[in-house]
């Protein structure tokens, strides 16, 4: 089943109650949360004191996106404040394999995301500890960049070695994701896209994600 995430990201954190309840009721399937620390990416956000207090909010699954060195140092308290997902970066740790099955161990979905200079063959031996595959469309740390085309190559890279592998991972595509290219992301087999300022920077938000809602179910069909 195909799932929009809208990353939280690009919401109006003034009234970010209210710009939870847009999204769900437009048709979300989860929220996607960006955790940066300055370090691994150039750019400062929240940590696990806000997604326990978001997590108050909604019943929504939260997708944890953690562009954070050593992530490892962290996954506990993202756990703990209500996480579901908990997807951390290839690059960021020397023992992703370990971190997977640590991940698992603590009730988490374990994901693991690979930058746009990362290939997908990287992961070949991880592939069956994954339950969320992300494959990045922008360089990560800042929302609104354009999306790399070169990527839709790669979601049907990671598409043919999930299928062959791992079957029930999930494959995710956050970057630059909108109504202009949500449709070859999910024929090239994405099943769950992050849309961040294409959702809360448009003039009618909720108008845009039913739009791409209905976009990749029509896509999904046709697959």
Partial sequence: MIRIA??????????????????????????HLDSMDGRFVPNITWGPKIVGDL?????????????????ERYV?????????????????????????????????????????????????????????????????GFGGQKF???SIHKLGEARALIDARNPNCELEVDGGIGAANIERAVSAGATILVAGSSVYNASDPQAAL??????????????
């Fill in 76 to 140: 506990d308290e993202f756990r703990k404040a209500g996480a579901d997902y908990i997807t951390f970066h290839y690059e960021a740790t020397p023992h992703a394999h370990r971190l997977l099955q640590y991940l698992r161990s603590i009730g988490a979905k374990a994901g693991v995301g690979i930058n746009p200079g990362t290939p997908v063959a990287m992961l070949d031996d991880l592939i069956e500890d994954i339950d969320l595959l992300l494959i990045m469309s922008v360089n990560p």
């Fill in 148 to 150: 790399i085309e070169r």
């Fill in 55 to 71: 997590r108050k909010l909604t019943t929504l699954p939260f997708d944890c996106h953690l562009m954070i060195a050593e992530p």
């Fill in 6 to 31: 809208p990353s939280l990201l690009s919401a109006d954190f003034s009234d970010i109650a209210g710009q939870i309840r847009l999204v769900e009721d437009a048709g979300a399937g989860m929220l």
């Fill in 210 to 223: 039913r739009d791409m809602v209905a976009r990749a179910s029509a896509a999904e069909a046709a697959r």
